[in-house]
């Protein structure tokens, strides 16, 4: 089974960007999807956006329209999520998640990376 590691959460200002970086274990095919999911304390957690990874057709939540972009590797087997004029409501730990069945994808998830943003 695929597994996912999370990489490039922190603390940063309002404003501010941040990167975050998912790896996947093993080489995906076409019909995989690879895609972010954010968890605020009390709050249920919450897509974020996702990408097919054969065609690269992208999926965002309406907070990340604008802001956030995915993208991804398919030699490094890697989704990037890009993340520009942070506000604390953005404030969240994220989770890269993968998958074939779902859209966005939620059968696999990382551990999560802690996004943090001041104001």
């Known amino acids: 089974q695929v597994q996912l590691v999370e990489q490039g959460g922190g603390l940063v200002q309002a404003g501010g960007s941040l990167r975050l970086s998912c790896t996947a274990s093993?080489?995906?095919?076409?019909?995989?999807?690879m895609g972010w999911f954010r968890q605020a304390p009390g709050k249920e957690r919450e897509a974020v956006a996702g990408?097919?990874?054969?065609?690269?057709?992208?999926y965002y939540a309406d907070f990340a329209k604008g802001r956030f972009t995915i993208s991804r590797d398919r030699s490094e087997n890697t989704a990037d999520l890009q993340m520009s004029n942070l506000s604390p409501d953005d404030t969240a730990v994220y989770y890269c998640?993968?998958?074939?069945?779902?859209?966005?994808?939620?059968?696999?998830w990382g551990q999560g990376t802690q996004v943090t943003v001041s104001s």
């Open positions: 093993e080489r995906l095919y076409s019909s995989y999807a």
């Open positions: 998640t993968g998958g074939s069945r779902t859209w966005p994808p939620r059968e696999t």
């Open positions: 990408i097919r990874w054969g065609t690269g057709y992208t």
